[in-house]
């Protein structure tokens, strides 16, 4: 009788260990592919994640490997790559129309600057953000605080001659994201990267280029 407990309970914990497997991987590829295609119809370009890790008991989690593929016409080279975003997630919001993340940090943020003729890869993905359309988000999405740290820009231009050269984007800090509650997930997304994309190419003109090419690419944002 002792030995058939035992067995049932061991039964009972394997269930509920499958169970919390079987949980945790839904949630965490519901937000990999929440991301990736919300990313792709922002951007119009390719987005992938290489992993997701929400822990259940906490709502505390990692995305790891975020890059935006560089928009057609342009170079092979990812346009944005994050190594490492964290993030505290309330657990419940994920099943509700609002999702709301309490706190997310981006760590080494890392956008390479192209200029090809008369076009510039961030300049077009910022364009595209513009042009985007929201109607087939359903979901809403607020964050609350966001720190972006660390942030690197690669610049590469063909103005006269090619040229590259290395700008450092300063810690910046964002409040209330989508807080109004009428924030589409693509809407909140786009107040994210919008000001870190206007920052790399601002500190791309400022100290990769224009000490070389004077006002020749501001020209280009005109």
Partial sequence: MQNKKLKLFGAFIALVIAAFVIITL???????????ENGSELFQTEVSVDNVDISLFNGSGTIDGFVVKNPEKFSDEPAIRIQEVSLQVDLGSLFSQTILVKNMRIISPQLYFEQRGFGVNLKTLNDNMELASDGSSDKNLIIEHLVIEDGRVKVSTKIDRKRTAKAS?????????????????KQSVQQVMKPLLEKAMAEAIKDGVTNQLESKVKDLFN
């Fill in 26 to 36: 839904s949630i965490d590829g519901m937000v990999k592919s929440g991301i990736e």
């Fill in 169 to 185: 984007i300063s810690e910046f800090e964002l409040e209330g994201i989508g807080r109004d509650g009428s924030s589409t997930v």
